[in-house]
């Protein structure tokens, strides 16, 4: 039942990874509401703003690559982008290298 270093570290990358991109995706939809309210934000957060848009298009660009190997390899396509959507590389790892 004990972990070892890498696997516990696996595991923090997988949970840090996960909570940051849905809170970029939450920064995107603050920034959407107050375009239709309009209210602004401090114009401190705009690199913060670009960071997270350059994330989430990675992310969006990396889970159709996902998409079509999956299909390529008769999985579930749709599974496989959303779970890499948010977990990105660690779910690559493991549909590689299934033993890890």
Do not use: D
């Amino acid at each position: 039942m004990f972990l070892t270093i890498k696997e516990k570290l696996f595991i923090l990358v997988k949970i840090l990874s996960t909570v940051l991109i849905a809170s970029a995706i939450c920064l995107e939809l603050w920034n959407f509401s107050t375009l239709i309210t309009s209210t602004s934000i401090p114009s401190s957060l705009n690199i913060v703003f670009w960071i997270e848009r350059f994330a989430i298009a990675s992310h969006f660009l990396e889970a159709v690559i996902a998409t079509i190997y999956a299909n390529s390899r008769n999985k579930m396509p749709l599974q496989y982008g959303i779970i890499y959507f948010f977990c990105r590389y660690n779910w690559f790892i493991r549909t590689i290298y299934p033993g890890r």
